[in-house]
């Protein structure tokens, strides 16, 4: 109730303000300005998520690229005529950073119609050819563009162990990688100064909140939800960022499963903010269009194995047409296990892997690694295969795979539908040797976006997410 009143009052002296303006200057330009503070008046509930990311989002379209803003709400951030409002004034710093946006998605924009990757910077260590991606040059400027520009405000807000920290083992490690990579590595990408800052992060560990505050066996995840409520609640008082878009230039990460259940302690966190999550189911809230798609590594007791962490050899032989291994979790699984577990030589499909087998030998003899979900959309088994240079089968539905702005996931997987799975040694006996090679090498070309290093190197999975991150918040999809 205190929040309807304040608000009124707020409204009552924006009316005052505009009876003088208009008054003032009764421009047809400066109409629109009196549009947009109307059209805020008029609705104190928060707008639907593409409008408010079009608030944070600069004019530009990116045709080429397909900008998903909206001309129509160019006004909204940045009046067209500024003279007419406030004479002659420099840009503030909004606006002078909205502006440098601009100029990203316009150089974007050509590199996505040339098609061609022109090599800005000097000595470039890598640089994205070939079919795995959707379209390199645009990756390539973009990637560039966000190395120039992009900059996070790290909320220093919150006490360890939940926020600050998370797991940096074992099957949520990406939480707890990230959050340090952000506070203490990647400096090039951090500001101190959240004047200076394109998007904020709320750094607190849903792993973390499932170990310390809920109640185990209880299945309420009403505690996750109350911390993630009262922390916007401590940022959105103390600062004016999060008021100023309703939360849509604001990012979470998460890995558990219950990332989503946790993000619904604050609507306009669930509705507005970037969520970057591991459970990027689009039937449990997951939109494409402002949230990102995490991948799920598992690190054993922090490391990943040492089979894995050199490319195999080109030639190494594969005698295994298919692997998997684990427990009965989700909805898919059972499936498979009932078809495939020790029915067949060439489809080495195991619930819990005999101790006499190694879990990493068998990717890596094998020339395709299934993946089904879990309890969860997600599985570490996708980054594992990559590693292995194993062709990963993904059996999921409703699955945002990551990444997929940028990457063109049929260039190196194979995605088979569950109810197919009684049919998937005969799918994949029906992959031609050329094609499969095809796909391998395009396994291969992609694992350097999935390797977490420390310290962080260009283009490794820190840096995807990142760069995913950015393209939500210029509002672009690279076509
Ligand atoms: C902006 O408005 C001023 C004053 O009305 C006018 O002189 C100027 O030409 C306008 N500029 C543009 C770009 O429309
Ligand atoms: C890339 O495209 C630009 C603009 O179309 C052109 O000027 C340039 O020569 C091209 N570069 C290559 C290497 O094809
Ligand atoms: C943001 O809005 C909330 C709710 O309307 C209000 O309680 C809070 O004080 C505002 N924050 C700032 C910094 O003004
Ligand atoms: C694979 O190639 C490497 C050199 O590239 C060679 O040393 C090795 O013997 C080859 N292995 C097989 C199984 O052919
Ligand atoms: C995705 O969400 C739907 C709706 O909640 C659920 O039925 C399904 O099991 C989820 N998928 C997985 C793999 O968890």
Known sequence: MESCYRYSAAA??????????????????????????ASKLESPKPKPTLELQRIVSTPDKIRAVSFSGSTDHQHLYRPKNTTVIRKRKKPNREQVLEQGLARARASI????????VTVTLEKDDYVPV????????A?????????????????????????????????????GRFIHEMEHG????????PRHALVYFMPFSVAWMVKYIYKPLSYNVTPLKQFVSDYVKVVSTKYPFWNRTHGADHFMLACHDWGPHASQGNSLLYTNSIRVLCNANTSEGFNPQKDVSLPEIRLNGGFLSP????PPLPNASRPHLSFFAGGLHGPIR?????????????????????KDKDYYSYMLQSKFCLCPSGYEVASPRIVEAIYSECVPVILSERYVLPFSDVLR??????????????RLKEILLGIPEEKYRKLQEGVRAVRRHFMLNQPSKRFDMFHMILHSIWLRRINARLG
């Open 130 to 137: 070939g079919d795995v991606y959707r379209n390199p040059s």
């Open 186 to 193: 990647a400096k090039r990408f951090r500001t101190n100064d």
């Open 307 to 310: 089979k894995l962490l050199q």
């Open 334 to 354: 059972p499936f498979l296990l009932q078809h495939w577990k020790g029915r067949d030589d060439e489809m080495q499909v195991f619930e819990y892997l005999p």
């Open 12 to 37: 009552l002296a924006w009316l005052c303000v505009f009876s003088i303006l208009v008054v003032f200057f009764a421009s047809a330009q400066f109409n629109s300005f009196v549009n947009f503070s």
């Open 409 to 422: 996931w049929e260039a190196f997987s194979v995605q088979v539908q569950a109810t197919e799975i009684p």
């Open 139 to 175: 990756f390539y400027q973009s990637y560039v563009e966000m190395e120039r520009r992009f900059k996070v405000y790290v909320y220093t807000e919150g006490e360890l162990p939940i926020v600050h920290d998370g797991p940096c083992k074992e099957i949520y490690t990406i939480e």
């Open 109 to 116: 924009r050509s590199a996505a119609t040339a098609r061609n």
